[in-house]
């Protein structure tokens, strides 16, 4: 159970477009999900947090005009990155918490891998 | 200062050996601590949860907290090639979002 997938795994896009990526929990109802990004070799870094049906919080220095998130439902997250460019290339991950859980049980997303030419 | 400090390794062993992985943190609030298992272009596979001092076990995992040295750990034993991936510790203060080290690489060499 508790399983979070992300589509699409991969994709590549040229710059000044936006890329869509969805997060979705296959077998539970998730109350948060949270977008983090990771940079080669190093560790994640969370982006925001959206809760459904409210405005995502977004952490110190992250762009909630760039990325914009849309948190719909209880099994469906959406992180936009608008007019994308090679900076933003990266690994985003998403992650679920169960409804009525503590944010130590996470479950995390397989990852996008974007690559902004 | 770095509030959760990993080193990166990378950490390469032989077959069958005893693993040690481990990270310092400074902030004394923290409740929860967590190691996950990354393999290359995947997410973070949650491995194992310790709520606050002792140690836990689960197979070949062991996992340790000392609050008082601000220190955690992770063994592995009898390590397997399948073992072969990035480690990541986390930890998390109440409600607070996780915060994750960099990561150990590690090479399990058959």
């Known amino acids: 159970g508790a399983v979070v997938s992300q589509h699409p795994s991969w994709v590549i896009c040229k710059s000044g477009t936006s890329v869509k990526i969805e997060c979705r929990s296959l077998?539970?109802?998730?109350?948060?999900m949270f977008w983090y990004r990771q940079f080669p070799k190093q560790s994640l870094m969370l982006m925001a947090t959206?809760?459904?049906?409210?405005?995502?919080?977004?952490e110190q220095g992250v762009e909630k005009d760039k990325f914009l998130i849309n948190h719909a439902s209880l099994t469906l997250s959406t992180l936009t990155v608008t007019s994308a460019h090679p900076e933003d290339s990266s690994f985003y991950i998403c992650?679920?918490?169960?409804?009525?859980?503590?944010?130590?049980?996470?479950?995390f997303g397989p990852g996008t891998r974007l690559l902004v030419l | 200062q770095k509030e959760v400090e990993q080193d990166p390794g990378p950490l390469s062993v032989p077959e069958g050996a005893i693993v040690s992985l481990n990270c310092t943190y400074s902030?004394?609030?923290?409740?929860?601590f967590m190691w996950y298992r990354q393999y290359s272009r995947k997410g973070p596979e949650l491995l194992m949860y310790?709520?606050?001092?002792g140690n836990k076990e689960d197979g070949r995992f062991t996992a340790q907290v000392d609050k008082s040295s601000k220190y955690i750990s992770l063994f592995i034993r009898d390590s397997q090639p399948s073992d072969s991936a990035t480690y990541l510790c986390?930890?998390?203060?109440?409600?607070?979002?996780?915060?994750f080290g960099q990561g150990t690489r590690l090479t399990i060499n058959p």
């Open positions: 959206s809760n459904e049906g409210s405005k995502a919080t977004y």
């Open positions: 992650s679920a918490n169960l409804a009525g859980n503590s944010q130590e049980t996470q479950y």
């Open positions: 986390a930890m998390i203060q109440g409600a607070q979002k996780l915060v």
């Open positions: 902030n004394s609030a923290f409740q929860y």
């Open positions: 077998d539970f109802q998730a109350t948060t």
């Open positions: 310790t709520y606050s001092s």
